[in-house]
């Protein structure tokens, strides 16, 4: 009973599968590389400006760990070396 009404399911969706275009492909890529003009109305709004934001807070807090966990590793070594004298 399932397969027929999964039978006839498909049979029901292969009429409006045939009126679609023939190429997917091309009807996928349609207007893909068409340059759209900007719209300088909305560009040029009395909109406030966005606020000021560091560049390179990200990267210096990368910096900063990175140089802990180098100053960790350097004391680690010298205090070994040194219990080994």
């Known amino acids: 009973m399932i397969r027929a009404l999964f039978l006839a399911a498909l049979l029901a969706s292969v009429p409006a599968r045939a009126e679609e275009s023939q190429d997917p492909f091309a009807e996928a890529f349609e207007g893909m590389f068409q340059i759209q003009q900007p719209d300088w109305e909305l560009i040029t709004s009395d909109a406030p400006p966005d606020p000021p934001v560091p ?7 990368l910096l900063a760990a990175g140089a802990a966990v180098g100053y960790r590793r350097f004391r680690t070594m010298r205090l070994a070396s040194k219990s080994n004298i």
């Not at 560049?55 to 807090?61: E, I, S, V």
């Open 55 to 61: 560049l390179d807070g990200g990267l210096t807090a």
